[in-house]
């Protein structure tokens, strides 16, 4: 649902998803420093996938950039 949103929502809805308060619920499914080791696979690499399609989609929204960057350090 969350990457249909994407594909076909507007601005208002890109910002909303580009909030430090929303992206870091997202890093904590995948980082083992939070939930990690509780979520599945098949979760984490669907999230981080999302992440890297939406930082190549939507170059001008840099804290989703950021927020991609930031697990692929981990």
């Given amino acids: 649902?969350?990457?249909?949103?994407?594909?076909?929502?507007?601005?208002?809805?890109?910002?909303?998803?580009?909030k430090y308060r929303f992206?870091?619920?997202l890093i904590k499914l995948v980082s083992p420093k939070y939930m990690g080791?509780?979520?599945s696979?098949?979760?984490?690499?669907?999230?981080?996938?999302?992440?890297?399609?939406w930082t190549v989609a939507f170059p001008n929204e840099a804290k989703i950039s950021e927020a991609y960057d930031t697990l692929r350090r981990q």
Avoid at 1 to 18: D, P, S
């Fill in 37 to 39: 080791d509780n979520v």
């Fill in 23 to 25: 992206l870091n619920e």
């Fill in 1 to 18: 649902v969350l990457e249909a949103c994407m594909k076909n929502c507007g601005r208002r809805f890109h910002n909303e998803v580009g």
């Fill in 41 to 53: 696979e098949k979760v984490k690499a669907k999230t981080i996938e999302m992440l890297y399609s």
